[in-house]
């Protein structure tokens, strides 16, 4: 297990280098993007004008302030609290976003699945968790909200953040197959056949 720093964006051998247990720290650009976002990207069509190849996306849907002082805060928002959303609801949109966007990186909680998994191995791409409730934590490690598109949908819009030391998380899935999600799953079906064994129940 190691842990790395990246500056934003990434190369695919960069990405390929990771393994599950790693731990990944970003600086530079991080995208913010939730359901409504890519249901109006994937489903309905909708075009962005950001860029987001070789870049990492973070499943949420911010709390922000409208403000005036763009010199500040240059998109017009100021953070008031930035947390990351479970990420299973949005399994479909993994090999999308790679495959026509470019993404490397998903950021969320609890996971992502088989197509997803098979996507990382095949596009070259990594699942990094967030543990759950450290939303106050990860506002601080957003330095601004830079640029916003499809506002039409706030707080699900699609937003670009400036990020520094934003991490360290932890690689969950990995472009080589590897699960810790699975993994867990696997360890817990164990113990409970053990478990059950010794009190004579059949499973």
């Avoid at 609801?89 to 976003?97: A, G, H, Q």
């Amino acid at each position: 297990m190691a842990h790395y720093d990246f500056d934003m964006p990434i190369s695919e051998d960069q990405v390929r280098s990771l393994r599950i247990g790693d731990t990944v720290s970003l600086n530079g650009t991080l995208f913010g993007i939730r359901d409504a976002t890519q249901i109006e990207m994937f489903d309905r069509g909708r075009k962005t004008r950001f860029n987001l190849n070789d870049h990492a996306v973070i499943h949420t849907a911010p709390n922000v302030r409208k403000v005036e002082d763009k010199t500040k805060f240059p998109a017009g928002y100021a953070p008031i609290c930035i947390g990351t959303t479970t990420s299973a609801r949005m399994e479909r949109f993994t090999r999308p976003l790679m495959e026509q966007h470019g993404v490397r990186i998903i950021i969320g909680k609890g996971g992502l699945m088989a197509q997803s998994k098979a996507a990382f191995v095949e596009l070259g791409g990594v699942y990094l968790a967030i543990i759950g409730g450290t939303a106050a934590l990860e506002t601080t490690w957003i330095e601004a909200i830079e640029d916003v598109d499809l506002d039409d949908l706030n707080p699900e819009s699609l937003w670009k953040f400036r990020v520094r030391d934003f991490g360290p998380l932890l690689v969950g899935m990995d472009s080589h197959g590897g699960s810790l999600y699975e993994t867990v799953q696997a360890t817990v079906a164990e113990r409970r056949a053990q478990a059950l064994s010794v009190l004579g129940v059949k499973s």
